[in-house]
């Protein structure tokens, strides 16, 4: 391992992400937020400027210390896991400088909740009584989250090649990372235009319906990332019926693996259409809609309401236009089942992947025809392809590991005081980046033990990466070889 790579690396990290303080400043001496100091300047300006002064001076010297260049696998691996936290910690400063929040764990939960997409808040209800500026950081450190900001990082480095691919599949969220360009700092970029204009996109749209400036940046910044953060209290919900049925297709979209959204604006729909993940992802969306929409007839739930629930957990987005933790046992569970499924592979969603709960299903029927007839060779297929047995395997150990840490979590949680709908429901949100709960955590952490909401927010910071990156770092070999092989990744054609 050479820590000098990967301190060199993380500072020219420190120095990208230290740029994303500036941007609370505007609203801080747009509105002019109180207090005022010097009798001009807005304090919390003050402190993001202070943030982000500090970030970047402090990427310098660790960049000078270190070497920024070419890294292995097991090296990406540990500055994938190590960049999360320390930006988390970072990013966690101007909640407690502010005062918006006065526990240090609770700032590092909302701060690791931002970054993460989960949108789960320990903030006091109502939400508009908060300064404009921090609860647009906390809009923007989703956005930032939801693409990567390793993502970002590799599209502005130019010393990573090998090295850059590593990084990309250590954080990207899936199974694997799709090169769309030949060169993996063309993928990066590409990935980031098309997250910049599906937001910038959605911005245009919401303030052609007549939403406030402010309203559209910050819902577009957390609709892209299917984070769910909103400065209102009731959520989406704050807007008309009209508004709500806007972020449907966004969220929709926004859980569609961005490497699908490239070959759609090159014109090859005809892929799209057949990619199985895909079609898999919609007939869940079409049928956990039905199933509320025509058994709640005693509920009297809206297709509006039904849907977009359903699109918002499954798409781990968060965001909510109905008290859904007050429906019918049925939905609830099925609510809960959809946290764990989450979006499609390579998206910006949670969870453990459309893709890989087709692969289990697939597996299961495999094993299924074996059994009546052993001597038959079968493959399991996606699309035209064949999945390889390594493929397969990893995503079985992936479903095992991921099942084994929710039911640690919820455990945790139950013996901390939690009923068990509430344990379940918090281990299940926030390992899979959805947010919003059942229970006790339908709308906050508050309820939560403060050990708890630690607990959770490392429960994110798993499930943020993939849970494999973060089991790895217990391995001590990954700090003995210097070249490790692939313990996380695995390829293979998808259609």
Same mark, same amino acid.
């Given at each position: 391992m050479r820590w000098k790579v990967v301190i060199g690396n993380l500072g020219s990290i420190l120095k990208i992400f230290g740029l994303a303080f500036f941007v609370p400043v505007i609203p801080a001496v747009w509105y002019f937020e109180a207090p005022i100091i010097f009798g001009f300047l807005p304090y919390n300006a003050l402190v993001f400027l202070f943030m982000a002064s500090f970030t970047i001076t402090l990427g310098y010297p660790a960049q000078t210390f270190g070497r920024p260049e070419d890294f292995y696998n097991n090296e990406a691996i540990v500055l994938v896991s190590f960049t999360w936290i320390i930006l988390a910690l970072i990013s966690s400063v101007p909640f407690l400088m502010t005062s918006t929040l006065s526990s240090p764990i609770d700032a590092f939960f909302e701060a690791m909740s931002g970054l993460t997409t989960t949108g789960a808040t320990v903030l006091s209800f109502p939400l508009n009584e908060y300064a404009k500026s921090i609860m647009l950081w906390r809009a923007l450190l989703q956005w930032l989250g939801g693409m990567g900001i390793i993502v970002l990082s590799v599209a502005i480095l130019t010393k990573l090649s090998s090295g850059g691919l590593s990084l990309l599949e250590a954080e990207a969220p899936g199974p694997t990372i799709t090169r769309l360009k030949p060169k993996i700092k063309e993928t990066a970029k590409t990935l980031w235009y098309i997250y910049c204009l599906f937001t910038l996109m959605l911005v245009i749209i919401l303030l052609g319906a007549r939403v406030s400036l402010y309203d559209a940046v910050y819902h577009s910044f957390t609709t892209m990332p299917t984070g769910g953060f909103s400065p209102h209290t009731n959520s989406v919900a704050y807007f008309s019926s009209t508004i709500q049925w806007i972020f449907i297709p966004f969220m929709i979209i926004a859980g569609v693996n961005f490497s699908l959204h490239y070959q759609a604006f090159h014109g090859n729909f005809k892929k799209v259409l057949k990619n199985s993940e895909f079609r898999t992802y919609l007939g869940i969306i079409i049928g956990a809609t039905a199933i509320i929409t025509f058994l709640g007839a005693p509920a009297e739930i809206p297709l509006r309401d039904a849907l977009f629930q359903t699109v918002s957990v499954v798409t781990t987005t968060g965001y909510t236009t109905a008290a859904f933790d007050a429906w019918p046992e049925l939905f609830r569970m099925l609510l809960l089942m959809l946290m764990f499924i989450g979006g499609s592979a390579g998206s910006t969603g949670g969870g453990m992947k459309v893709l890989r709960i087709l692969l289990i299903f697939k597996m299961v029927k495999r094993k299924l025809k074996e059994f009546i007839n052993p001597r038959r060779v079968l493959v399991v297929r996606m699309g035209d392809s064949v999945v390889d047995e390594k493929t397969l395997e990893t995503v079985a150990?992936?479903?095992?590991?991921?099942?084994?840490?929710?039911?640690?979590?919820?455990?945790?949680?139950?013996?901390?005081?939690?009923?068990?709908?509430?344990?379940?429901?918090?281990?299940?949100?926030?390992?899979?980046?959805?947010?919003?709960? *059942? &229970? *006790?955590?339908?709308?906050?952490?508050?309820?939560?033990?403060?050990? &708890?909401?630690?607990?959770?927010?490392?429960?994110?910071w798993i499930g943020r990466l993939e849970v494999f990156t973060a089991i790895v770092l217990f391995n001590p070999s990954l700090y003995k070889k210097k070249k490790l092989r692939k313990l996380l990744s695995f390829e293979f054609s998808r259609s």
């Open positions: 150990m992936f479903f095992c590991a991921y099942l084994l840490i929710f039911a640690v979590g919820a455990f945790i949680l139950v013996a901390l005081g939690l009923d068990m709908i509430s344990a379940f429901a918090a281990s299940a949100t926030s390992l899979g980046n959805v947010g919003p709960g *059942l &229970g *006790l955590v339908a709308s906050d952490f508050r309820a939560i033990p403060v050990s &708890g909401r630690l607990f959770m927010a490392i429960f994110m």
